[in-house]
């Protein structure tokens, strides 16, 4: 298996206020129109399901005489819109600016299954540290993983993480994910086809800026579980510490196991690990990425 490392979000809350209101979205512009704001049916669909929001100053006055139209809280609107996105050519182009997609063969099929969440945050959280620990079963079956995660807000709102899961096995059900700490399911794209699940962890409130957050999930395979024969997680953000950690049973342990990374634009570079006490086996990195990092074993 690999993985990827996403309150009530703005599109949401209008969505909510507009269902509330009972309000048709000519109507709606009809009334703004009214008050001199000139806002296309086309934006304010947009501003509903979450392709785009109000950053202009024109957009964001509209979005105040909005916020009274539809009998809202003032402001309540206007402060689930988040910071501007950066705009032109002077976009954050350095190494840690690579698509959602990057490190997946299925790039271009995860850059469009991710229009179906939200992921304007993940470039405002930072990776402090991640822990993967995989539970390996008696039949040598990929049975669970477990994830926690230390994430930083880097600006004030970041309110979820998002998460890229891909099956090996792409004709097996996707896993079972549950939230165990400090999280929330929100929404979640399957693509049953490719074995890939994207999904939202939402946190129990949008951080603040330096505010760090520590997050918990499972994902469960169903049983007759999938031979296991590999664990990896891709960095498109880098990441101050990483733990990947592999427990076998002891009635099914692995002749030998190799712990691999590549980083961007380099070549891969294998090593030979141990199983150590307890039938486990683990690997650590600091500082690392963008790239891909994690292990593989071979059975008897």
Not at 127 to 156: C, I, M, N, Y
Not at 236 to 257: I, Q
Not at 266 to 273: A, G, I, P, W
Request: charged share 25%; glycine share 8%; with cysteine.
């Amino acid at each position: 298996m690999a993985l990827g490392g996403l309150m009530v979000d703005f599109a949401g809350a209008l969505r909510d206020a507009i269902q509330a209101r009972g309000l048709g979205l000519e109507r709606i512009q009809e009334r703004l129109r009214a008050e001199g704001y000139s806002v296309s049916l086309a934006t304010l669909s947009y501003w509903q399901t979450g392709r785009s929001r109000p950053e202009r100053r024109e957009s964001l006055a509209a979005l105040a005489e909005l916020e009274r139209i539809l009998e809202v809280e003032p402001g309540s609107l206007a402060a689930l819109v988040g910071p501007p996105r950066p705009r032109g050519r002077h976009l954050h182009k350095s190494q840690d600016t690579h698509d959602l997609g990057a490190f997946w063969t299925e790039r271009d099929l995860i850059v469009d299954l991710a229009q179906g969440i939200d992921t304007r945050w993940d470039e405002r959280l930072t990776r402090l540290s991640q822990h993967d620990r995989v539970t390996v079963g008696p039949d040598k079956g990929e049975v669970s993983f477990l994830v926690r995660q230390v994430l930083r807000a880097e600006a004030d709102g970041p309110d979820r993480w998002v998460l890229i899961v891909r099956l090996d096995e792409q004709e097996r059900p996707l896993p079972l994910l549950t939230p165990v700490r400090n999280c929330r399911l929100g929404r979640v794209v399957e693509h049953p086809e490719s074995g890939l699940l994207l999904a939202e962890l939402l946190f129990d409130r949008p951080l603040a800026k330096g505010e760090t957050v520590i997050t918990e999930h499972a994902l469960h395979n169903y049983p007759p579980f999938p031979l296991a024969t590999n664990y990896e997680r891709k960095f498109r953000l880098p990441v101050r510490e990483y733990v990947v950690e592999v427990c076998f049973d002891p009635a099914a342990l692995p002749r030998a196991v190799y712990q691999f990374q590549q980083m961007d634009g380099q070549s891969e570079q294998v090593t030979t690990v141990e199983v150590g006490v307890g039938n486990s086996v683990h690997a650590i990195a600091l500082d690392y990425g963008p790239g891909r990092y994690g292990l593989r074993w071979e059975w008897e």
